[in-house]
């Protein structure tokens, strides 16, 4: 699978992701990609945020890649149960959060949880971080055992955004072609 095959939907988590964010960078990149907006990045109401990923997938008229972050990525295993069969063919996960941690994590987070423990319906990349802020390692390997997903450990490189020094992410985006590489 290519790109230029597939419908790249960019789902950013909490705050949405700034121009800096790799998100943001790889959207205005890749020529299929667009941003699954949500109506408020820093009220995040679950059920909300999963309609719209929901309605953004039935939108697409390829076959769907999910490219989340954060938030972006627990919205997308709560929404995958109502996903059409076989309209996402694959998801790109980055830096989950735990929602259930309860140390250090935001409000808005939490709400997410509990965090879905149901394998996810195609397959998945989980790319996890060794000192992520908001999910241990330990819990990030059981997160995407649940899921079915096959876990990338990336490192002590905090939480894969702007602030930790991933900008362009140029790492991330040769391990995506990768995946597609894998998926077609």
């Known amino acids: 699978m290519r790109i230029s095959e597939c419908d790249v939907l960019i789902v950013p988590g909490l705050s949405g992701s700034d121009e800096g964010h790799w998100q943001s960078r790889?959207?205005?990149?890749?020529?299929?990609?667009?941003?699954?907006?949500?109506?408020?990045w820093n009220a995040p109401d679950r059920e909300a945020w999963v309609g719209t990923l929901v309605q953004a997938v039935a939108a697409t008229t390829r076959p769907a890649v999910i490219v989340a972050h954060?938030?972006?990525?627990?919205?997308?295993?709560?929404?995958?149960?109502?996903?059409?069969?076989?309209?996402?063919i694959g998801g790109f996960l980055v830096a989950v959060p735990d929602a259930e941690q309860a140390e250090g994590m935001p409000a808005e987070v939490a709400r997410f949880g509990p965090v879905p423990t149901e394998p996810l319906p195609f397959p998945s990349l989980f790319?996890?971080?060794?000192?992520d802020p908001f999910c241990s390692f330990s819990r990030a390997q059981e997160i995407a055992l649940d899921w079915g997903a096959q876990i990338v450990d990336a490192g002590e490189v905090g939480h894969l955004n702007a602030a930790s020094g991933h900008g362009p992410w140029p790492e991330g985006l040769m391990r995506l072609g990768q995946f597609l590489g894998r998926l077609g």
């Not at 954060?70 to 996402?88: I, Q």
């Not at 790319?127 to 000192?131: C, D, I, L, Q």
């Open 127 to 131: 790319v996890a971080s060794r000192n």
């Open 70 to 88: 954060s938030l972006g990525a627990l919205t997308a295993a709560h929404a995958a149960p109502e996903f059409a069969s076989g309209k996402v």
């Open 26 to 40: 790889w959207e205005d990149r890749l020529s299929t990609a667009t941003r699954v907006a949500q109506v408020d």
